[in-house]
């Protein structure tokens, strides 16, 4: 069985204010972060469905639930406003093309994003030559943190989680999920099935990877950053090589 050794260096989360604008991106380590409740948002659905090309639409319109719906249109038609006053562009130009296990990106462009998205709320996340993941969770989230970590989280975490009383336990859980999303996001790999493989606790974390896809598209290390929005949600972003963040909150009429 083919396997790796890789290091995971996640930095405690961080509470952080939202700045009204995002300044021009920058060439190398710097991320880029807009989060933008769906509240926020809403208004500009029409316009936003229009840029969306007809793959997207279709995969709109197969949702049951109209929120689900509405969630699908405004994310994916602010991740192309985003992306359109990055490169620049028209938002409705922008074609994407897919990876091998889906993660998609812009061909020839060294422009790198990612999305994510929860019940009420949006994340796109830019880099310029900097392959990243992003994750939001909300805190109203249902799940049962308990079963989920018993089967995703490895033996450290697990410990860490059974020291923590109350709400905070289920907010260190969601710290640690989105971390594990990110960096599988980041790879490209999307998704895996045995979590217990990679640890999240804050600092260095090495360890040895054996699943195939995330061991063959995966780098050497990831740095991972959280970071606790108000007092309802939490993001996490990683990247390849150390980075800094900017975090902005969307506006009616931004791009």
Known sequence: MFSREIELHCSPTERTALAGDLPRLDAGGEVQLLFATLT???GEGARLLSVLDEDERARA???RFAEDRE???LGHGLLRDVLAGALPADPASIRFVRGPHG?????GAPMHFNFSDTKDAVLVGTAQG?????D??????RVDHKAVAGHHFTPAEVDELNGIPGEARKRRFLE???????VLKASGVGIMDDLKEMRVLDGANPMRITHPAFSSLSANAYYVKTFMIGDTHLVSV????PFTVKLAGYRAGQS
């Not at 993660?103 to 061909?107: A, D, F, G, L």
């Not at 900097?130 to 992003?134: A, F, N, Y």
């Not at 939001?136 to 989230?141: A, I, Q």
């Not at 990683?238 to 090589?241: E, G, K, N, Q």
């Open 40 to 42: 926020a948002c809403k």
């Open 238 to 241: 990683a990247a390849s090589s």
């Open 103 to 107: 993660k998609p990106y812009i061909e």
């Open 136 to 141: 939001l969770e909300t805190l109203h989230r």
């Open 71 to 73: 969630r699908f249109v």
């Open 61 to 63: 319109a197969r949702f």
């Open 176 to 182: 640690l999920w989105t971390r594990k999303e990110a």
């Open 130 to 134: 900097l392959e990243i993941g992003v």
